[in-house]
């Protein structure tokens, strides 16, 4: 389909700070944070269990499929540095916000980015790279029409 604006490989860049506040913090977590640096995200936060328990968990990989992307969460520890077996990441598939995210065994976060595009954007993510500061984002073939007209 011909597009008003189209393109055949698109590089963006996501800043970090501003992605941390879309993140959603759902009981029991309390705080969540986000630290981006080369090939590394770092989360940690709290989460209140009768006491509070800061925690932390590493994403090594973000894989795009179209505009679904899938984010295998690893090396989660609470305390700093007691393992947290994955298993127990079932515990919050149903707090999780099901409209953005939902939990895949033994422990991905899967998230589909059309309900972030607007109706007048095509795009297919083909890579997303963990970098300092943020995301390195390489979008495929696409293309983009005019807003629809408010009238």
């Known amino acids: 389909m011909n597009r008003f604006i189209e393109w055949d490989h698109l590089d963006v860049r ?17 705080r969540i944070g986000l630290h981006f640096s080369d090939g590394l ?12 328990v800061p925690f932390s968990v590493e994403i090594r990989e973000i894989v795009p499929s179209g505009l679904t992307v899938r984010v295998p969460l690893s090396s989660a520890s609470a305390f700093g540095g007691i393992p947290i077996p994955q298993f127990l990441f079932g515990l919050m598939k149903g707090r ?17 980015l059309d309900r972030f595009l607007p109706t ?32």
């Open 14 to 30: 996501v800043d970090g700070a501003r992605l941390a506040t879309l993140v959603p913090v759902v009981p029991p977590v309390e």
């Open 41 to 52: 995200l770092r989360v940690h936060g709290v989460l209140r269990k009768f006491i509070a």
């Open 96 to 112: 999780l916000p099901a409209e953005l995210v939902r939990l895949e065994a033994p422990a991905t976060l899967v998230v589909s």
């Open 120 to 151: 007048f954007v095509d795009a297919e993510v083909r890579e997303i790279r963990i970098v300092d500061g943020g995301l390195a984002v390489t979008l495929g073939a696409g293309g983009a029409d005019l807003p629809p007209s408010g009238r």
